[in-house]
Nanobody, 126 residues
């Protein structure tokens, strides 16, 4: 059974940082692309980032590109989303998801992902 478990969310003031973790079981990160999505209240879920487990290729949404980084520790089967210079607009539930093999230009299409975590809340106050 595949499980993705996010952790690391919390409350932080604008300008602060958080690191989210996505611990995977039942799959091998080398074989998957791991996406991060977020959903703010009243808004649709949107793509934040994608990392290919096999070669580390990454993609980011324009809104976070200069502030967020993503990395994977395949030995721990865990992906990390480092979020710096957080803004109130980053407030959302963050989800990690696994699907296909490589991140491509279509990485933010949610239909391409097979497995989803339960999400972790990130709240940024001004």
């Amino acid at each position: 059974e595949v499980q993705l478990v996010e952790s690391g969310g919390g409350s932080v003031q604008a300008g602060g940082s958080l690191r989210l973790s996505c611990a995977a079981s039942g799959l091998i990160l080398d074989d998957y692309a791991i996406g991060w999505f977020r959903q703010a209240p009243g808004k649709e879920r949107e793509g934040v980032s994608c990392i290919s487990g096999s070669d580390g290729t990454t993609y980011f949404a324009d809104s976070v590109k200069a502030r967020f980084t993503v990395s994977s520790d395949n030995a721990k089967n865990t992906v990390y989303l480092q979020m710096n210079s957080l803004e109130p607009e980053d407030t959302a539930v963050y989800y990690c998801t696994a699907g296909f093999e490589f991140c491509t230009g279509e990485w933010s299409d949610q239909r391409d992902y097979d497995y989803w975590g339960q999400g972790t809340q990130v709240t940024v106050s001004s």
